[in-house]
C-alpha cells in the first residue's frame, strides 16, 4: 500500500484522491488482521522461594506496537530481561504478528504475589493485559531448568552466590579471570556419521561471571539439513559441573543435523558479546555488608564507580568439524533414493471393484525414524490401462525426536478406461541401516482390482481434477495471491499518473507558472521512487516457485536494500549493526525485531535445503511489508 501513499500526498486534485481512497480501502479489506490482543502469563505458577519464573506479556495481531510499559514488578528481582521477541505469519493472506517482552524474575520473599495488568499501545489504541498470580513457597532448589530467556536481545546469567569470582583482586590479570570462567562450549553426539545420519549439535554459554551477554552470530550450518531442537528466540539455563566447578549454563541453541554431502564439514562458531562487571576486593573491604548480602543485591545496589570494573569482550566458540562417510556404493539398490534410518511400508486401495466413471486410490504410508523430511513418494510401475496422477503428500512428524520419527502418507489417483481385470503392483522402499550398516527393502502386496464398463461419463476424479485447473484453480489462485490483483492496480494507476503530471507540466510551461515545476519534478521523482521495486527478482523466483533461486535472490535483495536505507556497507550488515542503525533513523521496535526475523529465516531456509516451500509466499510478503514500511519511515 506504500506504493499509493507518497503519490496522493502529491495530488492536488481532490477525485484523484477520492479513486486513489477507493483502492486502498479495497485493498485493507483484502488483507484485513485480526483485531489485536494483550495477554499475561507467567510459568511456573508455583516456585520456591529460591528459584525464577518467566513472565510473558504478548501482543498478538497488531500491525505495529508503539511500547509496553510492564506492570510493578517491586516484589522481584529482575534476574532477566526485558527481552524481546516477535514473529509472524501469513495465511491465505492475512498476516498475523505477535510481539512481546519476557522477564526471569526471582521473589524476594514467600507469599502469594499478585502481578497487575500492563499496558500497551498497538494500533492506535489503548491495551491492557490480565493479571498473572505467582505463588512463592519454603522449598529451594538449586536452579530452575525451565528457565528461558531469548537470545538476541541482552540478558543476565544467574550467579550463584558461592562464587567468588566477581571479585576482581588488586594486580590480579583480568583476562586470565575472564577466560577461566566464561566460555562457550560445543557439544555433539558423535563426529563420525553417515550421509543422512543425524549429529546433534548443542552451543552452550558456560559462565560463573556477572554479565550482560547478547549472542551476535549463530552458526551456519552449510552442508545440513537443519531442524532445531529449541523454540527459535529462547535460551535454556541449568547448573553444570565442569572438570569439578560449577557453572550457570545457558543452551544458545541446539539442533538436528542431516549431512547432505560427504567429506569434512566444519559447523562454525558462535559468537556472544559479554559485558562482565566486576567488583573490586579493595571496595568490598570497605563495606560492613557481607560478601553474601552485597551479592544478593548487586542486581539493585547502586555500587560506585570507583567499586566497579567493568569489561567488553567477545567470546567465539572453537570450530567443530564433523566427518561425513559416503554411503556403501557396492550393493546400492537402483532405487534407493537416500532414506537414512529404519521404516515400514504399508500400502492399501481405497476399493478393489469399481466402474470406468469412478476413480481409484493407492495409499502408501511411509512409518519409522530418520531423515523423514526427505522422504519422497516411492516410484511406481503402473501397468498399461492405468493411468496415474501425481501424488499428494501428508505428514505426521515429531521433528523434536532424534532422528526424526513418525508418518508419511502418500496417495496416488488413478483412473482405468476400459473394464477387466488389473494388477496394482507392489511397492517397494529401500533404505540405509546405519547401525547395521546395510541397504535394506521392502515391500508391500501386489493389489486385484476389477473393473467393470461405466456409462461412458468420464471419471470422477478427472471431473474434478479439471474444473480444479479451470476455472475454480484460477480464482483460487487470485483468492491466496491477491498481489495479482494489487500489483496491476497499482502499474496501471502509477501509468495514469504519469500521463497526468506530463500533462501537468505541458500546462505549466508558461514563464509565470514556472515556479511549480520543482513541484511537478518532485513528484516524478517520488513515483519513480516508488516505482523501484529492490525485490523485483525475488518476485520472480517466486513466480517460478524456484524454491533454492528464491531464497538466495531475497537474500541479496533484501541486505542490499537494508544496507542502501541504513547507509551500512552490505558486508557489514549483522543484526547489531541493523539494532544501531534503525534505532538512529527512528524506526520502530516492531520493524526491526521484524527485519530480525526475516533473516534469521531466510537463513534456515538457505541451508536446510528441504524445506517447505510453502513458506517462499510468506517469505515474500513479510519482507515486502518491511520494505513498504521502511520506505515510508526513511526516505
Not at 41 to 65: F, Q
Not at 354 to 376: C, H, Q, W, Y
Not at 378 to 383: G, K, L, Q, R, V
Not at 480 to 501: A, E, H, K
Request: aromatic content about 10%.
Amino acid at each position: 500500500m506504500v506504493y499509493f501513499y507518497t503519490p496522493i500526498m502529491l495530488l492536488r486534485s481532490y477525485k484523484i484522491s477520492f479513486v486513489f481512497s477507493l483502492l486502498l480501502i479495497g485493498v485493507c479489506q483484502a488483507v484485513t488482521i485480526a483485531q489485536a490482543s494483550f495477554t499475561a502469563t507467567i510459568s511456573p505458577g508455583i516456585i520456591g522461594k529460591n528459584e525464577t519464573a518467566e513472565l510473558r506479556l504478548m501482543i498478538n495481531n497488531a500491525r505495529r506496537v508503539d511500547h509496553i510499559t510492564p506492570p510493578s514488578l517491586k516484589d522481584f528481582i529482575v534476574v532477566g530481561g526485558p527481552n524481546q521477541e516477535s514473529g509472524m505469519e501469513n495465511n491465505n493472506g492475512i498476516t498475523r504478528q505477535y510481539i512481546g517482552i519476557t522477564y526471569i524474575l526471582q521473589p524476594k520473599a514467600k507469599g502469594r504475589f499478585i502481578i497487575e495488568p500492563a499496558l500497551a499501545k498497538a494500533d492506535g489504541k489503548t491495551l491492557r493485559s490480565n493479571r498473572v498470580t505467582l505463588e512463592v513457597t519454603n522449598s529451594t532448589s538449586s536452579g530452575n531448568s525451565n528457565n528461558i530467556v531469548p537470545p538476541g536481545g541482552y540478558y543476565e546469567p544467574v550467579v550463584q552466590s558461592a562464587y567468588k569470582d566477581y571479585i576482581l583482586k588488586k594486580g590480579e590479570n583480568v583476562y586470565d579471570k575472564i577466560n577461566k570462567n566464561i566460555f562457550i562450549k560445543v557439544d555433539v553426539n558423535k563426529n563420525n556419521v553417515y550421509e543422512g545420519e543425524p549429529i546433534v549439535v548443542v552451543y552452550k554459554l558456560f559462565t560463573r561471571l556477572k554479565s550482560e551477554s547478547s549472542i551476535i552470530k549463530n552458526p551456519a550450518f552449510n552442508g545440513f539439513s537443519v531442524i532445531d531442537l529449541m523454540p527459535p528466540g529462547n535460551t535454556y539455563y541449568a547448573i553444570e559441573k565442569l572438570n569439578g566447578r560449577e557453572y550457570n549454563v545457558y543452551t544458545l541453541r541446539k539442533s538436528q543435523l542431516y549431512p547432505l554431502q560427504t567429506g569434512k564439514i566444519e559447523l562454525e562458531s558462535a559468537e556472544v558479546e559479554n559485558n562482565i562487571h566486576f567488583i573490586k576486593e579493595e571496595f568490598l573491604s570497605r563495606q560492613r555488608n557481607t560478601l553474601d548480602d552485597m551479592f544478593r543485591n548487586f542486581t539493585q545496589t547502586a555500587i560506585p564507580a570507583e567499586g566497579m570494573y567493568d569489561e567488553k569482550v567477545t567470546l567465539r566458540s572453537k570450530p567443530v568439524f564433523i566427518n561425513v562417510k559416503a554411503l556403501p556404493a557396492q550393493e546400492k539398490p537402483g532405487i534407493f533414493n537416500g532414506a537414512v534410518g529404519k521404516f515400514n511400508l504399508e500400502s492399501s486401495l481405497e476399493k478393489t471393484n469399481f466402474t470406468t466413471d469412478d476413480a481409484g486410490k493407492l495409499r502408501v504410508i511411509i512409518s519409522g525414524e530418520g531423515n523423514m523430511t526427505m522422504i519422497n513418494a516411492p516410484d511406481i510401475n503402473w501397468p498399461a490401462g492405468i493411468e496415474s496422477f501425481d501424488p499428494s503428500a501428508r505428514e505426521q512428524l515429531n521433528k523434536y525426536a532424534v532422528p526424526v520419527s513418525g508418518t508419511k502418507v502418500f496417495e496416488y489417483p488413478f483412473t482405468v478406461t476400459r473394464p477387466g481385470s488389473y494388477i496394482v503392483p507392489a511397492v517397494s522402499f529401500c533404505y540405509f541401516d546405519a547401525k547395521q550398516q546395510a541397504y535394506k527393502t521392502i515391500t508391500t502386496q501386489p493389489f486385484n482390482i476389477k473393473v467393470e464398463a461405466g456409462s461412458g461419463k468420464p471419471p470422477v476424479f478427472a471431473k474434478s481434477n479439471n474444473t480444479k485447473n479451470g476455472k475454480g484453480e484460477f480464482f483460487e489462485m487470485l483468492f491466496t495471491n491477491r498481489w495479482l490483483i494489487i500489483v496491476p492496480l497499482g502499474i496501471l494507476l502509477i501509468t495514469g499518473l504519469f500521463v497526468w503530471l506530463k500533462k501537468e507540466n505541458k500546462k505549466n510551461t508558461n514563464p509565470a507558472r514556472s515556479t511549480i515545476a520543482p513541484a511537478s519534478t518532485t513528484a516524478v521523482q517520488a513515483v519513480a521512487a516508488i516505482n523501484f521495486k529492490p525485490l523485483s527478482l525475488t518476485e520472480e523466483k517466486l513466480i517460478q516457485q524456484d524454491h533454492k533461486g528464491f531464497y538466495e535472490t531475497i537474500n541479496k535483495e533484501f541486505r542490499k536494500f537494508l544496507a542502501d536505507k541504513l547507509e551500512l556497507p552490505v558486508e557489514t550488515i549483522n543484526k547489531k549493526k541493523i539494532a544501531e542503525a534503525a534505532d538512529k533513523k527512528s524506526i520502530p521496535v516492531s520493524t526491526c525485531l521484524q527485519i530480525q526475523h526475516l533473516l534469521d529465516d531466510i537463513e534456515w531456509q538457505l541451508y536446510t535445503p528441504f524445506s517447505d516451500q510453502d513458506k517462499m509466499q510468506e517469505t515474500y510478503n513479510t519482507a515486502d511489508a518491511v520494505v513498504h514500511t521502511m520506505n515510508a519511515i526513511v526516505h
